[in-house]
């Protein structure tokens, strides 16, 4: 039976004509003449005033053109919105804003949940807003998003989801060993429970549904792998929708062997600190070279890593298509 602990965690221009009449014939010759100096004059008028609002319609699209990130920012209040505050991806972040000069810029602190209700929010009414975001997530299934380009690396090229387990795993239940070291799938295959978990399914339901059509693919991990009797195990997991499905699917597959599981739900330092000590035995979850890369620092010596179960992730910042801005340095 799985066991879940759960801590809690958007000029008009305005023209008078005058006419002029007169009783004789020097009076209307006279008239005749105004009138044509007048209509000239108009005519010359006209010509400046179509060409001072050519001119201002040309100013007009030259700002439009440039739909600055200054323009996005005060809109914005200077502000991206990010996800809890020991990510990875949020100093990367804090990063960026030094390496490309954005002073006036702050990294709001939330979390994975709050980042993406945000984020539908600003969809359903248009609106700009940047945020930390990753794949592989729904949100780039249920939105159409960008990664704003990173000439500078500060976020990397691309990722890679890790499995780290605790020492002496292998020794104490060879078997949940066996089955996590040979673990691994694709952005595709964690989507496809993401997906269904964005439009209402349990997490556990379609992470089942997930297994039950992909029965080859679960048969490699499994190969050779004799049933257990009940023994516990324990994974832990950073709240984000991308863990939440590849923790679930695992913990089923772990469940069909035999195994007692619970799951606990952690901010990222606590889910490291808890494999490095012990009182977890596993987690899939564990983003590097980048996200995660100073917590491996910290607590790597005291667990195993068995290697990518998922290659190809990315990180940065993320907008929606509408917005008119490709680059993260065009919010200078």
Wanted: charged share 30%.
């Amino acid at each position: 039976m799985r066991k879940m602990h759960k801590f809690g965690l958007a000029a008009g221009l305005s023209v008078a004509l005058l006419a002029a009449c007169g009783d004789n014939a020097e009076e209307n010759n006279n008239a005749a003449g105004n009138d044509n100096a007048d209509n000239a004059a108009e005519e010359n008028n006209g010509a400046d005033n179509n060409a001072a609002e050519n001119n201002a319609a040309d100013d007009d699209a030259d700002n439009d053109g440039e739909a600055s990130g200054s323009d996005y920012g005060e809109e914005l209040e200077y502000t991206i919105t990010g996800i809890d505050a020991g990510a990875g991806i949020m100093s990367a972040a804090e990063d960026a804003l030094e390496t490309y000069d954005l002073s006036d810029w702050d990294i709001s602190a939330s979390s994975d949940a709050a980042m993406t209700q945000a984020l539908g929010d600003a969809f359903e009414n248009e609106e700009p807003i940047i945020v930390t975001g990753w794949t592989p997530h729904w949100k780039f299934s249920e939105y159409d998003l960008k990664f704003l380009d990173d000439p500078e690396g500060v976020f990397g090229e691309a990722e890679d989801i890790h499995t780290f387990v605790r020492e002496d795993l292998e020794s104490d239940m060879p078997e949940a060993y066996q089955v996590l070291d040979n673990f691994q799938w694709s952005e595709d295959d964690m989507g496809e429970i993401m997906v269904s978990i964005q439009e209402g399914m349990d997490e556990e339901e379609a992470a089942r549904e997930w297994i039950d059509a992909n029965e080859d693919m679960v048969a490699e991990w499994t190969d050779g792998v004799e049933e257990v009797d009940g023994e516990q195990i324990d994974l832990v997991f950073v709240a984000w929708d991308s863990e939440i499905a590849s923790t679930n699917m695992i913990a089923l597959v772990l469940e069909d062997l035999g195994y007692e599981v619970s799951m606990d739900p952690l901010e990222a330092n606590f889910m490291f600190q808890a494999v490095a000590d012990g009182q977890a035995d596993a987690m899939v979850a564990a983003w590097l070279p980048l996200t995660h890369d100073h917590l491996v620092e910290e607590y790597g010596d005291s667990m195993e890593d068995l290697g990518a179960n998922l290659e190809g992730a990315r990180t940065g910042l993320v907008v929606p298509e509408y917005m008119d801005i490709d680059s993260i340095e065009d919010l200078q």
